[in-house]
């Protein structure tokens, strides 16, 4: 697990037993410590689009997962974190818990 301020990282990988997940602290003037059962999931967006809490597996077409386990780590760009006002006035009601948004690098074509 891997803390940065309000926000918390479990890592996974591709298999079905173990996904990755992010979640985002509410905001309290509490420790750092507060406990995981505090926290909620966030809105997720992926290069600008609004992802559903599940997507059909590109391995199993059958089953249904977290979008983050569709995602090789290496090919994020950029993560970027909004909480709070900052999140709800550009997302509205739906990002009541944050926002992660993460970019992905752009493949470029090469002659």
Do not use: H
């Not at 992926?46 to 089953?63: A, H, Q």
């Not at 983050?68 to 900052?86: P, Y």
């Amino acid at each position: 697990m891997k803390y940065l301020i309000g926000l918390i990282l479990w890592g996974g990988t591709l298999s079905v037993s173990f996904s990755q997940q992010i979640q985002l602290r509410k905001s309290s003037p509490s420790k750092l410590s507060t406990s995981v059962a505090s926290v909620t999931k966030p809105l997720l967006i992926i290069d600008g689009e609004i992802m559903p809490n599940l997507v059909k597996s590109k391995i199993d077409s059958s089953k249904m997962v977290d979008p983050l386990d569709e995602i090789n780590s290496n090919d994020i760009e950029k993560v970027e974190i909004l909480k709070g006002l900052q999140a709800t006035t550009v997302y509205g009601e739906a990002a009541r818990n944050g926002v992660v948004k993460i970019t992905m690098k752009k493949i470029t074509a090469t002659r």
